[in-house]
């Protein structure tokens, strides 16, 4: 009977299961279990800046089949809500390690032939299971770690089937963990980030003119940049991403029009500015975001450009100048388009912010 070692990274904080760098896993089935194996399941915990997770030596843990992804018939593959801690006293057969060090929980299965004749006595192909890891707190109440989708075959793995992060035979090396440790990579978090027309600037040359116009009914008020259709113009915001990561950006869009029909194309382009750096320097190159008028007076949010690279050296701590531009050479808008505002996407950095 194969012997298998499967290393599963759980963001703690997030309560997701990562990849060994620490990006997000995804898909309906994480996890493939097949005929007559053993193995162990490898859990390295960590925390959202790459560190280990340092649970205590006295925490207990549980691991099972989610309930609410059962079968009717139990497969047994794995204990259900199996318990235990480092002392061994929950669970005396053995059947668990834990290496609070290196934020490690082991928990063994094995896909026997009773187990998986009694889960398919209907002779499926396949099921479909849910598993969880949780930290067991009698006070405040149990902590699922993670929980994430599994299915086990009914069928023995093929010759050279093995898959990519799989080691044997039984549970890991203090080599193993360490290198867990060391290639684990912070989990690279998403932040959005709104800026108002109101903290824009007109350029002075081929600007965009600033409005202010009051709605009829409910005396709402708009602030706008006004691009219209005879030419190319332009507005720029300034300002600063907090705990950026200096990478790519994108940006959405937010914008109206009293009338007309038709679509119109807003082009995004950035420079990070540093200390010392000449003010009086070209943005990187251009990314679009085109957007088909739906209703005059209501709110448009376009699609989001491809990524843009920021001109200069970028770094967290450094000024974003961003230019928005109507280009009305690839737009059929027929009417002033009125910039309300910009949406920003970026990466935050993997590290924390030094003080001053």
Same mark, same amino acid.
């Given at each position: 009977?194969?012997?298998?070692?499967?290393?599963?990274?759980?963001?703690?904080?997030?309560?997701?299961?990562?990849?060994?760098?620490?990006?997000?896993?995804?898909?309906?089935?994480?996890?493939?279990?097949?005929?007559?194996?053993?193995?162990?399941?490898?859990?390295?915990?960590?925390?959202?800046?790459?560190?280990?997770?340092?649970?205590?030596?006295?925490?207990?843990?549980?691991?099972?089949?989610?309930?609410?992804?059962?079968?009717?018939?139990?497969?047994?593959?794995?204990?259900?809500?199996?318990?235990?801690?480092?002392?061994?006293?929950?669970?005396?057969?053995?059947?668990?390690?834990?290496?609070?060090?290196?934020?490690?929980?082991?928990?063994?299965?094995?896909?026997?032939? $009773?187990?998986?004749?009694?889960?398919?006595?209907?002779?499926?192909?396949?099921?479909?299971?849910?598993?969880?890891?949780?930290?067991?707190?009698?006070?405040?109440?149990?902590?699922?770690?993670?929980?994430?989708?599994?299915?086990?075959?009914?069928?023995?793995?093929?010759?050279?089937? $093995?898959?990519?992060?799989?080691?044997?035979?039984?549970?890991?090396?203090?080599?193993?963990?360490?290198?867990?440790?060391?290639?684990?990579?912070?989990?690279?978090?998403?932040?959005?980030?709104?800026?108002?027309?109101?903290?824009?600037?007109?350029?002075? $040359?081929?600007?965009?003119?600033?409005?202010?116009?009051?709605?009829? $009914?409910?005396?709402?008020?708009?602030?706008?940049?006004?691009?219209?259709?005879?030419?190319?113009?332009?507005?720029?915001?300034?300002?600063?991403?907090?705990?950026?990561?200096?990478?790519?950006?994108?940006?959405?869009?937010?914008?109206?029009?009293?009338?007309?029909?038709?679509?119109?194309?807003?082009?995004?382009?950035?420079?990070?500015?540093?200390?010392?750096?000449?003010?009086?320097?070209?943005?990187?190159?251009?990314?679009?975001?085109?957007?088909?008028?739906?209703?005059?007076?209501?709110?448009?949010?376009?699609?989001?450009?491809?990524?843009?690279?920021?001109?200069?050296?970028?770094?967290?701590?450094?000024?974003?100048?961003?230019?928005?531009?109507?280009?009305?050479?690839?737009?059929?808008?027929?009417?002033?388009?009125?910039?309300?505002?910009?949406?920003?996407?970026?990466?935050?950095?993997?590290?924390?912010?030094?003080?001053?």
């Amino acid at each position: 009977m194969p012997r298998l070692q499967f290393h599963l990274y759980v963001n703690v904080e997030r309560r997701i299961l990562t990849d060994s760098a620490g990006d997000p896993l995804g898909g309906d089935r994480l996890q493939e279990f097949f005929r007559e194996e053993s193995g162990v399941l490898c859990f390295h915990c960590f925390r959202d800046d790459g560190a280990v997770w340092p649970f205590g030596v006295s925490d207990a843990f549980e691991f099972g089949t989610a309930r609410d992804w059962d079968q009717t018939t139990d497969p047994d593959v794995f204990s259900e809500d199996d318990q235990f801690n480092i002392a061994g006293d929950w669970d005396a057969a053995g059947f668990s390690q834990i290496n609070p060090a290196f934020g490690l929980i082991c928990c063994r299965y094995n896909t026997n032939t $009773t187990a998986f004749n009694t889960a398919f006595s209907a002779n499926p192909e396949s099921l479909d299971a849910g598993l969880y890891l949780k930290l067991i707190d009698l006070t405040n109440g149990n902590v699922t770690l993670c929980q994430y989708p599994a299915t086990y075959r009914n069928i023995r793995r093929t010759a050279g089937g $093995t898959p990519p992060g799989v080691e044997s035979p039984t549970y890991p090396t203090t080599v193993q963990m360490t290198a867990a440790v060391a290639t684990r990579a912070p989990l690279a978090a998403v932040r959005h980030v709104f800026w108002p027309a109101s903290s824009a600037v007109s350029r002075t $040359t081929a600007g965009a003119a600033p409005g202010a116009v009051e709605l009829a $009914t409910n005396d709402v008020m708009l602030g706008s940049y006004d691009f219209d259709t005879a030419a190319d113009e332009a507005v720029q915001f300034s300002g600063y991403l907090e705990h950026w990561g200096a990478s790519t950006i994108k940006v959405k869009p937010v914008w109206t029009a009293a009338s007309g029909t038709g679509t119109v194309c807003w082009s995004a382009s950035a420079r990070a500015l540093a200390n010392d750096d000449a003010l009086d320097q070209a943005f990187g190159t251009a990314q679009s975001s085109t957007d088909t008028l739906i209703t005059a007076n209501d709110e448009h949010v376009g699609p989001a450009t491809a990524a843009i690279t920021v001109a200069g050296t970028p770094a967290n701590g450094q000024r974003l100048q961003l230019q928005i531009l109507r280009d009305v050479s690839e737009d059929t808008l027929n009417a002033d388009a009125c910039l309300l505002g910009v949406w920003i996407e970026y990466t935050e950095a993997a590290t924390e912010e030094a003080a001053w």
